[in-house]
């Protein structure tokens, strides 16, 4: 295990998907909710969520809802896709904590100044915080799509809010995400420290940085980060 130990840390920012918990769980969820739907209202001769999983690891990843329908006999038109991704994007997830990540959030509460900051659909993201539980454990939390989808990372109006509220500024601020393409251009921008969780089959574990947006850091767990104020 790899420590990285930094000092002079006031402030710990988080990312939600594939840092606090596991995206696919999220997934998995959301095709079991989307399942029940079809199979409510049309015959399904196959168990189609366990379909979802199969074609969430292969090229029907983005269309995984088109591709469903066409394997079940059924034509995949906007209004039957929209519903299914309505379906998924507002139910009520079974998703939990990765354990580093509940080690982590319960030792660093009341040390340090805890926030998240997460991109996503708005109600999605909504109801990802409410099933983790995050309002008890985290100090503030944006969703940035609160302000709608220009503001999403690598936007850093976010970050420019969590240090005008908190007063601390560039290296005594952290911010620790999965996701090298866009989570770390704002930050490294505005001084802060950037750390990147690598977590075994994350969505985006092998993105690559564009020029100036490269982590700090790179940890496989959360806890390998060794912070002091």
């Not at 379909?51 to 090229?59: G, I, N």
């Amino acid at each position: 295990m790899a420590i990285i130990e930094l000092a002079g840390i006031h402030v710990v920012v988080f990312d939600l998907d594939d840092t606090l918990y596991s995206e696919r769980s999220y997934a998995f969820s959301g095709f079991d909710a989307a399942a029940a739907w079809l199979q409510a209202r049309y015959p399904c001769p196959f168990e189609p969520a366990r379909r979802m999983r199969e074609l969430f690891d292969t090229e029907h990843r983005p269309c995984v809802f088109d591709q469903i329908l066409r394997e079940l006999g059924l034509d995949p038109t906007p209004g039957l896709v929209r519903d299914l991704v309505d379906v998924y994007r507002t139910h009520r997830p079974q998703v939990s904590l990765f354990p580093d990540a509940r080690e982590v959030l319960t030792r660093w509460r009341g040390q340090f100044r805890l926030g998240l900051i997460s991109d996503g659909h708005l109600i999605s993201q909504q109801n990802k915080v409410q099933a983790l539980g995050l309002a008890d454990r985290l100090d503030r939390i944006i969703l940035t799509d609160s302000w709608g989808s220009a503001f999403w990372k690598p936007h850093p109006r976010a970050f420019a809010e969590l240090e005008e509220a908190w007063g601390w500024r560039e290296s005594a601020c952290v911010y620790v995400a999965d996701n090298a393409e866009k989570d770390f251009v704002a930050p490294r921008k505005l001084g802060w420290r950037t750390i990147q969780i690598r977590r075994p089959g994350a969505i985006y574990a092998d993105a690559f940085p564009p020029a100036g947006g490269e982590p700090g850091f790179q940890v496989a767990s959360l806890v390998e980060i060794v912070l002091t104020s």
